[in-house]
């Protein structure tokens, strides 16, 4: 029922917003509270995605290619920044046998 | 742009150098690159032409400004691979990688002087940030470079998730990525879109987090403290300057203009107050060297924002900028050196005592940076700083009065330093021997600390 008037009115551009917004705030919100640093990877991919989303809304919104664009550039950079993140993991997992980042404290005075 | 290709050039070609096991062969051709930028930008700015005229990009142009950011990341990026050098002849593995990495994070830095569109912005972070992950944890065997890679990347990273945030809200009000067009877009406008404020609110904190002011500014002392000394001056040094007139560009270009500008300003001021009482009150109970260069640095980070909120002097091509950074970076490539010198495993501040004893030279050269970071008058930190809250003084009289205050405070532990270093030790040391390029390399960062004031008139 719902759905079918969704696609009665039509997906307008504020539902994107609202939905990359959502999906942005769980990300930070992610970010902020889990401790398990491969989950926290996941989450910055997550605000990532979002921000994704929101560019290609836009940019069907405005009728040009430049905003769908970006989201390439995004994604290249997404998946060099995911191989340097497992790497430096996977150091460190070799120290403490484990990726939970209350562990990682010894910088501290 | 010949310089941005010549250092990425060079960058390959020394990390491809690494194959011959020979150290000095890799930091050979990537001093001999860095040196030919060098002269290229000199000549470049000297005849206002470039060498290679064909070589253009309209996401990049290579103005005054950029020109001069590019020359002083350079300068700089040389003197820190002078100071790593000793590391490299005693563990000569990884040479390759290190060196490449800072060559093609140099790139990075000059592509964010000279951007003109939000593509090259993004592109031009991400290649100055992603190497300085990997330098950050460069020293494997240490637990402690590891956790500071880790920290780096995650804050880093969140950073950016932010900024492209902010980046596609202002994508969303304005329906462009030029900076000029996204000034013209605004200007249109004839009441600020609630979009536009958001954008512009999570741009400017992904800019607070990546320059290491307060609120944003708990990573910078555990990252600081944790990565190998030659990387913790190349991000105090290189990576703020390129991070700082790159946001200063976006910002005096895009979002400079009446109602937006009073909107983000108000944050702002708040930030830098937090900012400068945050850095100095932590740095005074700090008994670790480098953390406090950590905390030093968000102080620093505090005055100059106070360019963002001087009326005067708000626009890319000022001069102050690049003179504060450039003047910062010689005292930090000074202070860096000598701690590399020491080498104290432990790095506390104590373990300075009896320096003027172990090595004069030494013991002169820390002193001096030290003295030019406080803003004490024969060096040019006390000429930076001048120019500086003068320029602020202007727009928001009060502000600078804080920052005054606050320099006042920073005094009191520079000094702590200084008297440590001419203090004698309790028992006899060892006394230090330098090789002849770190030596060359603490007489140019010296004679800039002493003498670059001297370059200040010709600017205006």
């Not at chain 1, 809304?57 to 060099?80: E, H, K, N, P, R």
């Not at chain 2, 964010?112 to 912005?121: G, H, I, K, L």
């Not at chain 2, 005292?331 to 000598?338: D, E, H, K, T």
């Not at chain 2, 002169?364 to 406080?374: D, E, R, W, Y």
Request: glycine content about 8%; aromatic content about 14%; hydrophobic content about 55%.
């Amino acid at each position: 029922m719902l759905l079918a008037t969704l696609f009665e009115s039509g997906v307008k551009i504020e539902h994107y917003m609202v939905l990359a917004t959502a999906l942005f705030v769980i990300g930070v919100f992610g970010v902020l509270y889990r401790k398990n640093a491969i989950i926290l990877l996941m989450c910055i991919e997550l605000m990532l995605n979002a921000v994704n989303l929101l560019l290609v809304a836009f940019s069907t919104y405005f009728g040009q290619a430049d905003g769908q664009l970006f989201v390439f550039f995004i994604m290249v950079v997404a998946a060099a920044e995911a191989t340097v993140g497992l790497s430096i993991l996977v150091l460190l997992y070799r120290n403490t046998r484990s990726t939970d980042i209350r562990l990682f404290n010894k910088l501290k005075n | 742009m010949d310089a941005l290709l010549i250092v990425f050039a060079s960058g390959l070609i020394s990390l491809f150098a690494a194959f011959a096991k020979k150290p000095w062969l890799v930091v050979g051709s990537a001093m001999a690159g860095l040196l030919a930028a060098i002269i290229v930008i000199i000549g470049q700015l000297q005849t206002g032409k470039a060498f290679f005229d064909f070589l253009t990009y309209e996401g990049l142009a290579f103005d005054q400004g950029a020109l001069l950011f590019s020359l002083a990341i350079c300068v700089l990026s040389l003197l820190i691979i002078g100071i790593g050098y000793e590391r490299f002849k005693e563990n000569p593995e990884h040479t390759g990688e290190y060196i490449g990495l800072l060559m093609f994070s140099a790139t990075g830095a000059m592509i964010m002087t000279a951007y003109t569109d939000m593509f090259m912005f993004f592109l031009g972070l991400e290649i100055l940030s992603i190497p300085i992950y990997v330098m950050a944890g460069s020293n494997k065997a240490d637990v402690r470079s590891s956790e500071a890679s880790l920290k780096y990347f995650l804050t880093g990273s969140f950073a950016t998730g932010i900024f492209l945030f902010g980046l596609a809200w202002v994508y969303g009000a304005t329906g462009t990525f030029k900076l000029i067009e996204i000034q013209m877009k605004i200007q249109e406008m004839e009441t600020l879109s609630p979009i536009l404020m958001i954008g512009v609110l999570l741009i400017m904190a992904s800019f607070i987090f990546k320059v290491g002011a307060a609120p944003f500014h708990f990573w910078s002392p555990d990252v600081y403290d944790g990565a190998p000394p030659a990387v913790t001056g190349f991000m105090a040094s290189v990576v703020k300057m390129a991070a700082f007139y790159a946001f200063l560009k976006m910002f005096s270009v895009c979002f400079g203009l009446g109602e937006l500008m009073d909107f983000w300003n108000g944050a702002l001021v708040v930030m830098i107050i937090i900012t400068l009482f945050v850095g100095n009150l932590s740095a005074l109970r700090q008994v670790k060297f480098k953390r406090l260069l950590a905390y030093s640095s968000i102080t620093h980070v505090g005055y100059t924002l106070l360019l963002f909120v001087s009326q005067l002097d708000f626009n890319y091509s000022s001069p102050i900028l690049w003179f504060y950074m450039f003047s910062y970076g010689f005292s930090i490539v000074g202070i860096i050196a000598v701690a590399i010198a020491v080498n104290d495993s432990e790095d506390r501040i104590d373990g300075l005592k009896g320096l003027g004893k172990r090595n004069p030279f030494l013991a002169i050269v820390g002193i001096v940076s030290l003295l030019s970071l406080a803003g004490i008058p024969p060096t040019s930190g006390f000429f930076a700083k001048y120019v500086l809250f003068s320029s602020a003084w202007a727009s928001a009289s009060w502000l600078v009065i804080i920052a005054l205050i606050n320099s006042g405070i920073s005094i009191y532990y520079y000094l702590k330093v200084i008297v440590t270093i001419a203090s004698p030790a309790e028992q006899e040391q060892e006394k230090i021997k330098l090789s002849p390029l770190t030596i060359a390399v603490m007489l140019v960062a010296l004679v800039g600390t002493l003498g670059f004031s001297f370059i200040l008139p010709l600017l205006y």
